[in-house]
């Protein structure tokens, strides 16, 4: 089942085109990466997705629902069932982790606060983090432990679809190690469906079952990575010969 | 509407069936009815996971609540899905590590006060560090004129003064229209319809033109000043320009301040043009006292020394409010909260010094015959 599907996606800012008619579409239970270089429109898709920007023509397709004509009722319900990663985390300041983490639960259930309690002690665990970090405020961590509440935060409400923009970035090996066996695991346990926007070559080639690689405003390769050293393109022949 | 959640007691037997979909929206509820049963007398317990057809973390920690609640019982678990067993297993794996962790101590409110105490002393410090540190930066780079930063200056001084140059005149011209207005009525009643001329004179160069155009710029250039500083440094920037060998006191600091000093003398001028024109708009209308009287007797009653004393506080305002609002930027913290902090902050204590300075200034000049 396909769970996204974007279809001749034209943005621009201004004059500047940054897509020019894009297509793909992502199925369920599948870890799929966005992939291009810098200043491709990799972010930009992944925020047009998530509804924190609109493209200029096209449409895309989440869950079913176009985005573009979506109801307030029916988008608030879908912000429910995703959860994004931002690049650098994106905690709200003035809430402790432990606050972060618990605010959609808060908000959006009537879990009683010990239930919320353990569902954060439990999530941080996961993703790696230490419970006892979990009174400390954004700007007291590093940026790994960011990204790491960042992650918890956005599996707090158990959601069907991930965003990660560049979840790897920033990490250390081994936490980058097991941040990918995460990621893999919950897709098994949970039937997660994973997008990601990444230029980390070794989860690229841990995580992913397919690729959508951006290059010149227009998809140069969509599908797995068995075949993709075969496309002619500058950015996949430099960006893959390494492995290959 | 029939439950996807059935608790039944048989004997000492009890069964916990679930159905259908589990997840964070149902289990406040299953909670509830759990804690409505009396389990003294069961014995064994049988949670049936075998109607589920999705179960999330939440779930899954519920049932593991569920089943260390029943601890002392015997719990079979009746489950042959292997994804949701994994992911009960996932959670009782990460659950058993964070059992040792055990919440801080509160503290006490004596150890409050003393911490309390403690930050503002550390912050009276830090800021004669500032003051320090910017004296000799001040005496290192004013040792020669190649070393002024005049384009940065150049570009404050446009910024922070031309461009508040509207709003102060605006200002100062209300309170002359306002306090002439006020005193007008007072002084009909007894007929000393032109004494207003040196009420204003002296009220509004010495004390009223200074002071409000110190406070209009307060909050004006001196919150931007800790604003802009402060997200550069949550930007990281002033620690970019710190490791290329630029000194952020020579680039960012005193361009500024002397900026302000420059303009600050320039803005109390116009102030005093627009206070006294306000008193004499009001005094034509109210007094029927005409402008070339007014001006005449100004010129005659209120002795220069007056203007000049206003005019001379300039710079030591400017200093004030520019240094606060910079020393409040540089010690905004990593994150968004402290700007706003900081900038409230910096606002409120240039307003005090420039009051205070105001005062001591007063006072002296007073005493000095000034």
Same mark, same amino acid.
């Given at each position: 089942?396909?769970?996204? &599907?974007?279809?001749?996606?034209?943005?621009?800012?201004?004059?500047?085109?940054?897509?020019?008619?894009?297509?793909?579409?992502?199925? +369920?239970?599948?870890?799929?990466?966005?992939?291009?270089?810098?200043?491709?429109?990799? $972010? $930009?898709?992944?925020?047009?997705?998530?509804?924190?920007? &609109?493209? $200029?023509?096209?449409?895309?397709?989440?869950?079913?629902?176009?985005?573009?004509?979506?109801?307030?009722?029916?988008?608030?319900?879908?912000?429910?069932?995703?959860?994004?990663? %931002?690049?650098?985390?994106?905690? %709200?300041?003035?809430?402790?982790?432990?606050?972060?983490?618990?605010?959609?639960?808060? &908000?959006?259930?009537?879990?009683?606060?010990?239930?919320?309690? +353990?569902?954060?002690? %439990?999530?941080?665990?996961?993703?790696?983090?230490?419970?006892?970090?979990?009174?400390?405020?954004?700007?007291?961590?590093?940026?790994?432990?960011?990204?790491?509440?960042?992650?918890?935060?956005?599996?707090?409400?158990?959601?069907?679809?991930?965003?990660?923009?560049?979840?790897?970035?920033?990490?250390?090996?081994?936490?980058?190690? &097991? %941040?990918?066996?995460?990621?893999?695991?919950?897709?098994?346990?949970?039937?997660?469906?994973?997008?990601?926007?990444?230029?980390?070559?070794?989860?690229?080639?841990?995580?992913?079952?397919?690729?959508?690689?951006?290059?010149?405003?227009?998809?140069?390769?969509?599908?797995?990575?068995?075949?993709?050293?075969?496309?002619?393109?500058?950015?996949?022949?430099?960006?893959?010969?390494?492995?290959? | *509407?029939?439950?996807?959640?059935?608790?039944?007691?048989?004997?000492?037997? @009890?069964?916990?069936? #679930?159905?259908?979909?589990?997840?964070?929206?149902?289990?406040?509820?299953?909670?509830?009815?759990?804690?409505?049963?009396?389990?003294?007398?069961?014995?064994?317990?049988?949670?049936?996971?075998?109607?589920?057809?999705?179960?999330?973390?939440?779930?899954?920690?519920?049932?593991?609540?569920?089943?260390?609640? #029943?601890?002392?019982?015997?719990?079979?678990?009746?489950?042959?899905?292997?994804?949701?067993?994994?992911?009960?297993?996932?959670?009782?794996?990460?659950?058993?590590?964070?059992?040792?962790?055990?919440?801080?101590?509160?503290?006490?409110?004596?150890?409050?006060?003393?911490? !309390?105490?403690?930050?503002?002393?550390?912050?009276?410090?830090?800021?004669?560090?500032?003051?320090?540190?910017?004296?000799?930066?001040?005496?290192?780079?004013?040792?020669?004129?190649?070393?002024?930063?005049?384009?940065?200056?150049?570009?404050?001084?446009?910024?922070?003064?031309?461009?508040?140059?509207?709003?102060?005149?605006?200002?100062?011209?209300?309170?002359?229209?306002?306090?002439?207005? =006020?005193?007008?009525? =007072?002084?009909?009643?007894?007929?000393?319809?032109?004494?207003?001329?040196?009420?204003?004179?002296?009220?509004?160069?010495?004390?009223?033109?200074?002071?409000?155009?110190?406070?209009?710029?307060?909050?004006?250039?001196?919150?931007?000043?800790?604003?802009?500083?402060?997200?550069?440094?949550?930007? =990281?920037?002033?620690?970019?320009?710190?490791?290329?060998?630029?000194?952020?006191?020579? #680039?960012?600091?005193?361009?500024?301040?002397?900026?302000? *000093?420059?303009? *600050?003398?320039?803005?109390?001028?116009?102030?005093?043009?627009?206070?006294?024109?306000?008193? *004499?708009?009001?005094?034509?209308?109210?007094?029927?006292?005409?402008?070339?009287?007014?001006?005449?007797? @100004?010129?005659?009653?209120?002795?220069?020394?007056?203007?000049?004393?206003?005019?001379?506080?300039?710079? #030591?305002?400017?200093?004030?409010?520019?240094?606060?609002?910079?020393?409040?930027?540089?010690?905004?913290?990593?994150?968004?909260?402290?700007?706003?902090?900081?900038?409230?902050?910096?606002?409120?204590?240039?307003?005090?010094?420039?009051?205070? !300075?105001?005062?001591?200034?007063?006072?002296?000049?007073?005493?000095?015959?000034?």
């Amino acid at each position: 089942m396909q769970l996204i &599907e974007v279809k001749n996606v034209v943005t621009a800012f201004g004059d500047r085109v940054v897509h020019d008619g894009l297509n793909l579409s992502i199925n +369920e239970g599948e870890i799929y990466g966005l992939l291009g270089p810098s200043g491709c429109g990799k $972010t $930009t898709l992944l925020r047009e997705m998530v509804m924190l920007q &609109e493209c $200029t023509s096209g449409s895309i397709n989440i869950l079913g629902k176009d985005i573009s004509k979506i109801r307030e009722r029916d988008a608030q319900q879908l912000r429910r069932e995703w959860g994004v990663l %931002f690049q650098f985390g994106a905690l %709200f300041s003035s809430l402790n982790i432990a606050q972060n983490i618990a605010l959609p639960l808060k &908000e959006y259930t009537s879990l009683s606060q010990k239930m919320i309690n +353990e569902i954060v002690a %439990f999530k941080l665990n996961l993703v790696g983090l230490n419970p006892s970090d979990s009174k400390l405020y954004p700007s007291e961590i590093s940026g790994g432990m960011k990204k790491k509440a960042g992650l918890a935060r956005a599996l707090a409400m158990d959601p069907k679809l991930l965003f990660l923009d560049e979840p790897t970035s920033g990490l250390d090996p081994i936490s980058a190690k &097991e %941040f990918d066996a995460l990621i893999l695991n919950l897709r098994s346990m949970l039937g997660l469906t994973v997008v990601m926007v990444t230029h980390d070559l070794r989860s690229i080639y841990d995580t992913l079952d397919r690729v959508a690689i951006i290059d010149n405003k227009k998809i140069a390769y969509e599908g797995t990575l068995d075949e993709i050293t075969s496309v002619q393109s500058e950015f996949i022949q430099t960006f893959f010969s390494e492995k290959a | *509407m029939k439950s996807l959640f059935d608790t039944k007691i048989e004997g000492n037997h @009890l069964t916990l069936k #679930f159905k259908g979909k589990v997840t964070l929206y149902h289990v406040a509820k299953y909670d509830k009815i759990l804690n409505r049963l009396t389990t003294t007398s069961v014995k064994n317990v049988t949670i049936d996971l075998e109607n589920v057809s999705y179960l999330d973390t939440t779930a899954a920690i519920f049932i593991y609540n569920i089943e260390k609640k #029943f601890s002392s019982k015997e719990v079979t678990l009746k489950c042959d899905n292997q994804n949701y067993l994994s992911t009960l297993a996932l959670v009782k794996s990460n659950i058993s590590n964070y059992k040792e962790y055990a919440t801080p101590q509160e503290i006490t409110p004596l150890e409050k006060v003393g911490k !309390c105490f403690y930050e503002y002393y550390a912050g009276f410090i830090a800021f004669v560090e500032f003051f320090g540190k910017l004296f000799a930066t001040h005496l290192n780079y004013l040792t020669s004129l190649k070393n002024i930063r005049y384009k940065e200056i150049a570009f404050e001084i446009n910024e922070s003064a031309i461009k508040a140059l509207g709003i102060v005149a605006l200002t100062s011209f209300l309170i002359g229209l306002v306090i002439a207005y =006020q005193s007008a009525y =007072q002084l009909k009643l007894y007929g000393a319809n032109i004494y207003i001329v040196d009420m204003l004179g002296i009220s509004i160069f010495r004390e009223l033109a200074p002071v409000i155009t110190a406070i209009v710029i307060a909050g004006r250039s001196g919150s931007a000043f800790t604003a802009q500083i402060g997200s550069m440094k949550i930007t =990281q920037e002033i620690d970019a320009m710190r490791t290329m060998g630029f000194e952020p006191f020579a #680039f960012l600091v005193l361009p500024r301040i002397l900026a302000l *000093m420059i303009t *600050m003398p320039i803005l109390i001028f116009v102030a005093d043009i627009m206070a006294i024109l306000g008193g *004499m708009i009001v005094a034509n209308i109210d007094l029927s006292i005409s402008p070339e009287l007014f001006l005449d007797r @100004l010129s005659r009653v209120v002795a220069a020394k007056h203007f000049f004393v206003g005019i001379a506080k300039g710079p #030591f305002f400017a200093f004030l409010i520019a240094s606060i609002g910079i020393y409040r930027g540089l010690i905004v913290k990593d994150d968004t909260q402290s700007i706003g902090f900081n900038t409230t902050k910096s606002v409120v204590e240039a307003i005090f010094a420039v009051i205070v !300075c105001d005062a001591i200034f007063s006072i002296a000049f007073t005493n000095l015959g000034i």
